[in-house]
């Protein structure tokens, strides 16, 4: 037997991730590192033109270039030309237009995919596709959501005939309940907010090999996806594979954000083609490509309309949007507003709420899930409207928050959206940060400012944000009309020298859930961190899963691996029980060993349990051989983070620019796993909120042409471009799921956007400025000061 | 993104350098840090034939002090000029500058020469070297010219240096005493081109500014001189009103573009806001 190190108390420290080494030093296998001998490279020419009919493709041409082996349109791709599925079809009637993974004589959008070659190598596939001829003859584009819904308007789908892909409504309270509520105001506020359209940006481009393996058929797919499982089921549904036949690994990934959660064209034209030729192929993008044909995120107009009392109490939410589909639906493209749908009344209580949304197809880029998920859109929303409802009421807005707020005593709380909140403490985190940030301090000083008539004005922005993970209940899914359930799944085996492999469904792409989850299955077996390995990310080694999205990942799948560890433990005890001659109710189990209440002499290792498992001499009767377990767990329900994000913001009246000054946040996630990881995420979500309030956008022009296709004019901010935050926590674990966790993977992202376009419009509230567009570029502040200037005089 | 093929050169010396050139034709091109060359020919907006990387031509390296110029080789790293003692001390301007361009894996690998000889409007360094009326050295097939700053930028991305020349080194006058200089830069992000970028040196006597350099990065196809606020600043005391009030015709003679982050009217309006700003800190005011 191995020295057997002791177990020490895992869960809550903050353990360095066990990924970093090959993550950071890139010692590890990305899908593109992967090297298969005879693999065809693919090329996929795309379309330069927002709408065209394609009226001459001859991929001919590209045969005689050096290296090619075959070139394909949608004439030559014939059946093999699969369309990409959507899996949420969230109203009866919602048009859902066909989507092919090469385009049938039509273009949609800037980057649809339009010809293929297959090479010997990258860069001869790359050079092949200038062979290929292919003539466009424009269609009007429509790129305004607005328009496209006007009668008259050009139709991305002619076949249609309506942009409009679904219009969803949610009256919790019964029709006529928000227009009741409203009656009795004293004052209604109703704004547009422009939610605008991002690019993931993830740091490795999507990738994909697939390749025949064997001679049984089997064929894999290698692909830079946060979704093996899911894809799995997809590739077989829309390529004809036999399901069991086909084994998706997701190697070391990238970063995703949902970017990689999907089943994208390139991956069915991969599958199609290794399938039908027998031979490896492989596909990686450029930055460029990526930008055009990776879903985009967000994109949504936001009508919405708050009704209060003039001493501030709210009566009720009323919220209209149109939510750009892009140029066709992908994996759950139409669902992406209901997700947030729900989160409107946020932490607010209130007395009826009132939602629809309007789905809208446009000749651009497909939007689907980006880091969080129609939830920013909700909270910026919420979060911008409660500014303006204290600036009409005369109110300190942290004050009017404080009014409204569900108490901590009041939990459960089951919102006028019709969730029911597990549990949160609002007055506590907002204590906290209010204390760090200073709060009174810096309100103070920007008296001060105002008066002088400082050019610097000093802005202060707040966020009480809440938002919903754990995805999903399989019922509550089902009833969305969502296909697939919420479920995820988790094996645990005790190797024979008492080291652990864990078997997840989730698939880590980055954050650092090997560690994590070793921490859970550490001190639910008692064996150190180091001696357990996590399996994760390939359908053969891990065949039942949901993957990675929407903060599930701890929140569900943590409860997966708690079930099977405690699963394990009750095998290994009646082992113990037998070989110590005691009954199973007689031993305690602590730090990895049994021992004999009363007799603490008498005492067994779980690890030497496991190789009398192994073993199997001497097993009580009728207990099978092994020491594992397996757990599928469907949550109870959603999860409920919360937290109070503060930014101060100099605003330059000058220039337009601002500045952060200082960003402070109380996240309360419930449970802390791994506080180093937890903080780690926060940093990042807070750069990808604070990017969308003042740097990035995707841009198109009319003729559908996407402006911002390199990281030379969509700016994705870096470090220097970022304060240093203050980050801290308040702990209410969640009540739902037996780990006390909430989930961390998107809090900073959702909760920083309104703090930070609050403190922009706090600073500049005395000019007369009630809103900055985003991204709040300085020439947008300028432009909009000026405006309000002018507006006043 | 993969290039188009192209054959690659590495010259000894300026000569070579020049034969290469020559003996490539009209589609051969110098490449020293590679920092701009590089992303055209992966988005293949360039397809040269021959790349000529003379990045290692001791020659165009170095940088030394002539007594009342500074003469600096073009394929000095943004790193190696930034961080040298002579050009901290005689050219502060220039350091101040070179320390905005980019990131640091830019400034290790970018070169000063090629960030001029690449023309490129929004670049840093184009309109310091206006401002301090630098002088270039060109070699070619016919042998060595001398160009003036003015001369040097032509239009958007071309400069005077032809097809089969090589840009050798830049010479940047001292400026003596009572000289203060500063590199106002606006950008988007920490990393990003300038929106417009103001190079100031200003010479201060008893209160009073006496002369005034000022060169605007961005503001046109090629970095300009503010010439209209360098007259109005002379003799007006060192104050930030007064200089504020003189930089109100920064825009004057500007043929300002509009893009995604700024248009012309913004950055119009930019001009004259960092002119006064880079005026006042190189005055001291």
Redesign the interface.
Same mark, same amino acid.
């Given at each position: 037997m191995t020295e057997l190190a002791e177990h020490v108390a895992a869960v809550g420290r903050p353990l360095k991730r066990k990924e970093d080494a090959r993550l950071l030093t890139g010692k590890t296998q990305w899908t593109d590192n992967i090297q298969l001998a005879g693999a065809l490279h693919m090329a996929i020419l795309r379309s330069p033109m927002g709408h065209a009919k394609i009226t001459k493709l001859d991929v001919s041409g590209a045969l005689k270039y050096p290296g090619v082996e075959a070139a394909y349109g949608a004439d030559e791709l014939g059946d093999l030309n699969g369309s990409v599925p959507c899996v949420w079809p969230v109203t009866d009637d919602m048009v859902a237009p066909d989507f092919p993974a090469l385009a049938k004589g039509e273009v949609r959008h800037m980057g649809d995919c339009v010809a293929l070659v297959l090479a010997g190598t990258?860069?001869q596939a790359?050079?092949a596709l200038e062979g290929i001829v292919v003539e466009y003859s424009a269609l009007p584009a429509v790129i305004d959501m607005e328009e496209a819904i006007k009668d008259g308007s050009p139709l991305v789908h002619s076949d249609k005939g309506t942009n409009k892909c679904y219009t969803y409504k949610l009256q919790p309270q019964g029709d006529g309940a928000y227009e009741a509520a409203k009656a009795k105001a004293d004052v209604v506020v109703k704004r547009r907010f422009v939610n605008q359209r991002l690019i993931p940006a993830f740091m490795e481009p999507r990738a994909v090999v697939a390749s025949p393996m064997g001679t049984s058929g089997e064929l894999t797919i290698w692909s830079a996806t946060q979704v093996p499982h899911v894809l799995r089921v997809l590739l077989a549904l829309v390529t004809g594979v036999s399901e069991n036949k086909l084994r998706v690994v997701a190697p070391d990934v990238g970063g995703g954000f949902g970017g990689k959660l999907q089943c994208y064209r390139e991956e069915i034209l991969c599958v199609a083609l290794a399938n039908k030729l027998g031979r490896p192929i492989k596909w990686n993008e450029?930055r460029?490509e990526d930008m055009m044909a990776t879903h985009h995120g967000r994109d949504q107009l936001q009508d919405i309309e708050i009704a209060a009392t003039k001493d501030g109490k709210l009566l009720g939410l009323k919220v209209d949007l149109i939510a750009n589909m892009g140029a066709y639906l992908q994996i759950i493209t139409p669902g992406i507003p209901l997700l947030g749908m729900f989160m409107y009344p946020a932490i607010y209580k209130m007395d009826a709420y009132d939602f629809s949304c309007i789905g809208v197809f446009t000749n651009t880029t497909p939007t689907d899930a980006y880091r969080g998920a129609g939830r920013p859109e909700a909270t910026y929303a919420i979060e911008r409207i409660m500014d303006e409802l204290a600036h009409e009421l005369g109110m300190e807005p942290m004050e009017l928050r404080k009014k409204n707020w569900i108490k901590h005593e009041e939990f459960p709380y089951t919102t006028a959206a019709g969730l029911t909140y597990d549990s949160g403490n609002y007055e506590a985190a907002t204590d906290k940060a209010m204390a760090l940030f200073k709060y009174d301090e810096l309100r103070a000083e920007q008296v001060k400012r105002r008066a002088s008539g400082d050019k610097v004005q000093l802005g202060i922005g707040i966020s009480t944000f809440t938002e919903m993970c754990g995805l999903a209940p399989s019922r509550t899914l089902g009833a969305l009309k969502y296909v697939a359930g919420g479920w995820e799944h988790c094996t645990i085996r005790v190797l024979p020298t008492g080291k652990v492999e864990l078997v997840t469904g989730t698939s880590p792409h980055g954050q650092g859930h090997e560690t994590a989850w070793s921490q859970i299955a550490s001190d639910t077996l008692g064996i150190p961190v180091d001696d357990i390995e996590v399996i994760h990310g390939d359908t053969r080694t891990s065949p039942y899963g949901m993957d990675t999205y929407g903060s599930r990942s701890l929140a569900v799948g943590g409860q997966a691996i708690l079930r099977a560890g405690e699963k394990v433990v009750e095998k290994a005890r009646l082992i113990a029980a037998h070989q110590l001659e005691c009954s199973a109710n007689d031993l305690e189990f602590d730090n990895g060993v049994f021992r004999v209440k009363g007799d603490p002499s008498k005492e067994k290792a779980i690890q030497a349990v496991a190789f009398e498992a192994f073993s199997a001499h001497d097993l009580p009767d009728g207990l099978e051989p092994t020491l594992q377990a397996e757990s599928t767990v469907d949550p109870q329900d959603f999860s409920y983070p919360h937290g109070t994000h503060l930014c101060a913001m100099e605003v330059d009246t000058?220039?337009g620019?601002s500045t952060i000054r200082s960003y402070v946040c109380v996240d309360d996630i419930g449970i802390q796993i791994n506080p180093l990881i937890v903080e780690g995420q926060v940093h990042g979500g807070l750069a990808q909120g604070i990017a969308q309030a003042l740097?990035e956008g995707a841009?198109y022009d009319s003729d559908g042409q996407l402006?911002?296709a390199?990281f030379a004019?969509y %700016?994705v901010?870096?470090a220097?471009?970022l304060p240093s935050f203050v980050t801290d926590h308040t702990i209410t674990p969640s009540t739902t799921n037996p780990l006390g966790t909430k989930g961390v993977g998107e809090a900073g992202a959702i909760a920083s956007t309104p703090a930070v376009i609050n403190a922009i419009v706090d600073a500049l509230r005395p000019y007369g400025v009630n809103d900055v567009p985003m991204p709040a %570029?300085?020439?947008t502040v300028?432009?909009t000061l000026n405006a309000a200037r002018q507006g006043g005089k | 993104?993969?290039p188009?093929?192209f054959d690659y050169v590495r010259p000894n010396s300026v000569d070579e350098a020049v034969a290469a050139l020559k003996a490539g034709g009209e589609d051969s091109k110098v490449i020293t840090g590679g920092q701009s060359m590089l992303p055209l020919l992966r988005?293949r907006l360039a397809a040269p034939s021959v790349l000529v990387d003379c990045a290692r031509i001791d020659e165009m390296k170095g940088i030394k002090d002539n007594g009342d110029s500074v003469t600096i080789g073009a394929a000095s790293t943004h790193w190696d000029v930034l961080n040298n003692e002579i050009v901290k001390t005689h050219v502060k301007l220039l350091a101040d500058a070179t320390a905005t361009v980019a990131?640091p894996q830019v400034r290790h690998r970018g070169t000063f020469g090629g960030a001029l000889a690449h023309g490129d409007p929004a670049g840093d360094l184009p309109a310091v070297v206006v401002a301090l009326d630098a002088t270039f050295e060109i070699a070619g097939a016919k042998g060595r010219r001398q160009v003036t700053a003015k001369d040097f930028f032509v239009d958007y991305f071309t400069t005077a240096v032809g097809p089969d020349e090589i840009l050798v080194s830049v010479t940047i006058p001292k400026l003596g005493k009572g000289w203060g200089t500063c590199y106002e830069k606006?950008n988007?992000?920490?990393?990003?081109w300038a929106?417009v970028g103001v190079a100031a040196a200003v010479k201060v006597e008893g209160g009073k500014i006496t002369e005034a350099r000022i060169g605007l990065t961005n503001c046109a196809s090629v970095p300009v001189r503010a010439s209209s606020v360098e007259s109005a600043l002379k003799g007006v005391s060192a104050s930030a009103t007064e200089i504020e009030s003189a930089s109100q015709s920064a825009a004057d003679g500007t043929r300002a573009t509009s893009d995604?982050?700024?248009?012309k009217e913004?950055r119009e309006?930019?001009m004259r806001?960092?002119t006064a700003r880079a005026v006042s800190c190189a005055a001291g005011a």
């Open positions: 990258a860069a790359a050079d450029t460029s000058e220039t620019k740097y841009v402006l911002t390199s004019d %700016l901010p870096s220097p471009d %570029l300085p020439m300028w432009r | 993104m993969i188009s093929k988005l990131d606006f988007r992000s920490a990393n990003g929106i995604l982050g700024a248009d913004y309006h930019l806001v960092l």
